[in-house]
């Protein structure tokens, strides 16, 4: 069974986060037909021997285990499915110099010709998303001025677009699947690079190894203006007009080799603006997550060495009324308790914001979300990115990021991920609305944790059941078996008797009595 490549992210997401919000999800893919969405994902996950997932009105979750099967299973298969289709639609419709032709669809995406009305109806779909009638982008010759008419800036459309699937199709890992490499090859042509995968891995090596630059949505950011800007340039220009004295050697290897990669004997324009960038966000000697771990540490030996009540802060809903409307306000309220008292689930934090507003944000969330005890902070790109079975040190992980999806962890414990995405967290917002914004999500995210802590407590129990009810069976069993033993045992003692009772009465009656 084929999976599209959103549902292929949402599977991911379930299989490696344990548990998620049915809202939440509906809302940042876009889904309103999420039951047979999973009923296809349990026929699959059957199909391979795995456990299914559940869900109730609220919450999806799944308590099995992590598997490469389920991404690897159409690899035979070369039929696109609808999201492969309109993605590539609207990406030839953007950065393609030649105008959309159904014929030239068809023949790109190996179609066959009956399936003509259904490309029609993909580009139709990709068109009305920018307000184009089908009538109209066929009658107007310059696409840019129709993008204009419409009230859209071609450039930032092709921006934001490629910086979404940009993040979607390269942040996860690579199945070798006809589908996934397909979509690769048509990204690769139509903007005229040969090696994304390549570029992608070695920016962003550089800028984890050398750069303070650790959130995964500025990074995206980044690659995407650098795709575009590649090969705008055509005219030879000379090294020294593009690279300076003071420049980091790191970072001309680094673009020497892309160039190189990419066979471009010019050095175009966005590689001294991407310098600028780097060089005001070199590593420093200290990060702001090792200022924030050392007084977590701090904090947790006070806790430990006290008999006295800890201060902690929660967040408290009131229902009010206010001119006959109904609203719920929110507080942040200060408790104190004794630490023998908290029961609270170890928690690594990982950071995926941009390294100005790490404390900010953490100490933030810290204040609200006293229901987590914090042991340990790390940026999500110095985080290794697979989960191993054995993982001990940490009840639960909690990923606070600006992006909406996180598809590059593979999490092969039972360890719960939650992810915190704080996207629509914008530096323009007043303090009072920043507040309330982060508080409504630490609520969710706290509400999600009880959520699964119940399940898991419902489930651990239900399991010892089954045990005691199998171990009360074994014992029945055991007794019914010694109780035909028993029977059996006199059966043949008893046949035993008959059989020396009757050659006792043969001797006496043929006279052998002595």
């Known amino acids: 069974m084929k999976l599209d490549l959103e549902e292929k992210d949402l599977l991911r997401e379930i ?47 799944y308590f099995g285990n992590y598997t490469t099967k389920i991404f690897k299973l159409e690899s035979k298969d070369k039929k696109l499915k609808i999201t492969y289709r309109r993605e590539l639609i609207e990406l030839f ?37 920018y307000k184009i009638k089908y009538s109209e982008y066929k009658n107007f010759e310059n696409t840019k001025e129709l993008f204009k008419s419409k009230g859209y ?13 940009l993040s979607k199709r390269l942040g996860r890992e690579k199945n070798n699947i006809y589908s996934e490499n397909f979509y690769l090859e048509n990204l690769e042509l139509t903007l005229g690079i040969k090696n994304i995968t390549y570029i992608k891995k070695t920016i962003f ?33 000379k090294k020294e007009i593009f690279f300076e004295e003071q420049m980091q050697e790191e970072y001309f290897e680094m673009i020497e080799k892309i160039l190189k990669k990419e066979n471009i004997k010019f050095y175009p324009k966005i ?22 771990n050392n007084k977590i540490k701090e904090n947790l030996l006070k806790e430990n060495l006290t008999e006295t009540k800890i201060e902690l802060y929660k967040i408290e809903e009131k229902r009010q009324n206010h001119n006959n409307q109904e609203f719920i306000d929110k507080k942040i309220k200060k408790i104190y308790v004794f630490p023998d008292e908290l029961k609270r689930t170890k928690t690594l934090v990982l950071m995926d914001v941009e390294e100005s507003k790490v404390s900010k944000i953490f100490y933030e969330i810290q204040k ?47 360890i719960p991920i939650y992810l915190l995405s704080i996207e629509n967290l914008k530096t323009s917002m ?17 509400d999600l944790i009880k959520e699964y802590q119940n399940l898991i407590s419902e489930r651990e129990a239900s399991i010892r059941l089954i045990k005691r009810n199998k171990r ?10 010694k109780l035909l033993e028993i029977k059996s045992k006199i059966e043949r003692m008893r046949k035993q008797k008959s059989k020396k009772a009757k050659k006792f009465k043969k001797r006496v009656d043929n006279g052998n009595f002595f």
């Not at 590689?271 to 924030?292: C, D, G, R």
């Not at 191993?388 to 590059?408: C, F, H, L, P």
């Not at 007043?430 to 508080?439: E, G, I, N, P």
């Open 15 to 61: 299989i490696n986060f344990k548990i998620i919000n049915r809202k939440d999800i509906e809302e940042r893919y876009g889904f309103n037909r999420l039951k047979y969405m999973l009923i296809k994902f349990n026929e699959i996950l059957k199909s391979i021997g795995e456990e299914s997932i559940y869900s109730n009105k609220d919450y999806i979750y």
């Open 93 to 129: 419709l953007l950065f393609s110099n030649k105008k959309l032709s159904i014929y030239r669809i068809i023949k790109k995406m190996n179609l066959k010709e009956d399936e003509k009305n259904k490309v029609k109806r993909d580009v139709q779909k990709v068109l009305f998303k």
């Open 153 to 165: 800036k071609i450039n930032k459309i092709r921006e934001q677009f490629l910086r979404e699937i």
């Open 205 to 237: 090596s550089y800028l984890d190894e050398k750069t303070i630059i650790n959130s995964t949505k500025e990074k995206y950011e980044i690659l995407t203006k650098f795709l575009i800007n590649l090969k705008i340039q055509k005219s030879e220009a």
């Open 271 to 292: 590689i001294k603006e991407l310098y600028k960038k780097v060089n005001k966000n070199l590593k420093k000697e200290k990060s702001e997550v090792e200022n924030i």
């Open 368 to 414: 609200m979300a006293g229901f987590l005890e914090i042991m340990e902070v790390c940026k999500l790109s110095e985080f290794k990115k697979s989960i191993n079975k054995t993982e001990k040190r940490y009840g639960q992980i909690v990923i606070v990021s600006t992006s909406s999806r996180i598809n590059d962890i593979k999490n092969l414990s039972k």
């Open 430 to 446: 007043t303090s009072v609305k920043r507040k309330d914004y982060l508080m409504g999500k630490i609520l969710i995210l706290e």
């Open 472 to 481: 009360r069976k074994e014992r029945e069993l055991q007794k019914k078996k």
